[in-house]
C-alpha cells in the first residue's frame, strides 16, 4: 500500500519576531497549542526592544529559523519572501515619546521597511501578507468606538507612519491583488514587555522602590487587550481572514490611566506618594476605542482574558524574572501609557 504523501509544513515569515507581540506569536505558533506543520523565520535587527530571550522557550524548536536582520534589507527580504508562504509583519518603531523626539527612523522602518517587505511579498507571491497597525492610527475619539471604515486621523508621527504603512499595504492588494490583511490592535500588556511601556514601567519601577510618572491628570482612557489574545486573533486573520480587510482587535477593558496606576500601586504593594505627576505630552490621545464586532462576527474572536487576573498574573511575571528586565532598566527612559 502506498502512504500518502506528508505535506511540507506552511512557511511563515515573521518580522519583528523577537520583541514583545512578536516572539508571543511565535511561541504561541511552536507551542503545544499551535497548527500543525507550521516552520517559523523570524526575521529581527534587534533594537533595543528586541530581545533574543524572548524566543528562549522555543530556541531548540526544529522548526524555527532566526535571521538577524533588517526590514529595509531588500535583498535579504527578498531571499526570504522567496521561501516562505506567508508573512506576518510585527516589526516596528512603536513607542510614540520616541517618534515624537526624532520621527525620521519611525518613516524608515514603519513606511519604506513596509513598502520593501510588500515589494518582496509581490515578487515572490506570497500567499498571505499579515499586517499589524495599532488603534493609534484612528485619532482619538470623545465617545463610542472606531469601526474599519472609519477614515484614518493620526495625531503623532508614529501613528501616522503606521497609518502610511497601513493605506501603502492595502493598496497593494487593491493595485497588485496581494493578499494583505491589516489588524488594528487596542493597548496590549503581558510577559515580555519592555520596560518602557506603562504596565512593564509602573510594575519594574515599583518593584524596585522608584516613583511612576502619570501624564497630566491622569483622565487619558486606554482598553487594553492581554498579548494571548491578541495573538490568537492575529493567527485567525491569518488562517481564515479576507483578503484586503481590516480588522479591529480589542481587549473589552477600558480604563483611565489613573485608574490602571491605581491597579499597578495596589498589585505592587505602593501607594500614591509613589506617583509623580509629570506634563502631559504632546498631542496626547484623550481616548482611543475600537470597535471589534466585526472579527467577532467573521472569525469568532473574543477576547478571554480576564483583566483582573491577566494583571496579576502579569505583575507576577515580572515580579519572577527580574534577570530578564533587570539589564533593561538604566537605560529606560521615563513615559507613561502610549
Same mark, same amino acid.
Given at each position: ?39 517559523? #523565520?523570524?526575521?529581527?535587527? +534587534? ?5 533574543? *530571550?524572548?524566543?528562549?522557550?522555543? &530556541? %531548540?524548536?526544529? /522548526? @524555527? ?81 472606531? #469601526?474599519?471604515?472609519?477614515? +484614518? ?5 508614529? *501613528?501616522?507612519?503606521?497609518?502610511? &504603512? %497601513?493605506?501603502? /499595504? @492595502? ?81 473589552? #477593558? ?85
Amino acid at each position: 500500500m502506498t502512504l500518502p504523501a506528508q505535506q511540507p509544513p506552511t512557511r511563515v515569515l515573521v518580522t519583528g519576531g523577537a520583541g514583545f507581540i512578536g516572539s508571543h506569536y511565535v511561541r504561541t505558533l511552536l507551542g503545544p497549542t499551535g497548527p500543525d506543520h507550521v516552520a517559523v #523565520t523570524v526575521l529581527d535587527r +534587534l533594537t533595543y526592544a528586541g530581545n533574543r *530571550a524572548n524566543l528562549a522557550p522555543v &530556541a %531548540d524548536h526544529p /522548526a @524555527l529559523a532566526f535571521v538577524h536582520g533588517d526590514i529595509r534589507d531588500a535583498d535579504l527580504v527578498d531571499h526570504l519572501a522567496a521561501d516562505h508562504d506567508d508573512v506576518v509583519h510585527f516589526a516596528a518603531e512603536s513607542h510614540v515619546d520616541r517618534s515624537i523626539t526624532g520621527a525620521a527612523e519611525f518613516v524608515r522602518t514603519n513606511v519604506l521597511g513596509t513598502q520593501v517587505l510588500l515589494d518582496a511579498a509581490l515578487r515572490h507571491r506570497v500567499r498571505t501578507f499579515v499586517h499589524i497597525s495599532t488603534d493609534e492610527v484612528y485619532g482619538s475619539i470623545p465617545a463610542g468606538s472606531w #469601526t474599519e471604515s472609519e477614515p +484614518l486621523a493620526p495625531n503623532s508621527p508614529y *501613528a501616522a507612519s503606521k497609518a502610511s &504603512a %497601513d493605506l501603502l /499595504a @492595502l493598496a497593494y492588494h487593491r493595485t497588485h491583488g496581494l493578499d494583505v490583511r491589516v489588524t488594528r490592535c487596542s493597548n496590549n500588556y503581558g510577559p515580555y514587555q519592555y520596560p518602557e511601556k506603562v504596565i512593564p514601567l509602573f510594575t519594574t519601577r515599583l518593584l524596585t522602590g522608584g516613583a511612576v510618572p502619570l501624564y497630566g491628570d491622569g483622565s487619558h482612557v486606554r482598553d487594553w487587550l492581554h498579548v494571548d489574545d491578541h495573538v490568537r486573533a492575529v493567527e485567525a486573520v491569518r488562517l481564515r481572514g479576507r483578503a484586503g480587510e481590516v480588522y479591529n482587535i480589542g481587549g473589552g #477593558t477600558e480604563l483611565t490611566n489613573r485608574e490602571l496606576t491605581a491597579l499597578l500601586l495596589e498589585a505592587c504593594g505602593a501607594d500614591w506618594s509613589h506617583v509623580t505627576h509629570v506634563e502631559d505630552r504632546k498631542g496626547h490621545d484623550r481616548r482611543y476605542s475600537v470597535d471589534w464586532t466585526k472579527i467577532r462576527d467573521e472569525l469568532d474572536y473574543r477576547p478571554g482574558t480576564d483583566f483582573t487576573k491577566g494583571l496579576a498574573e502579569t505583575v507576577a511575571w515580572y515580579r519572577q524574572n527580574r534577570d530578564w528586565w533587570g539589564p533593561l532598566l538604566p537605560g529606560t527612559r521615563v513615559v507613561a501609557a502610549r
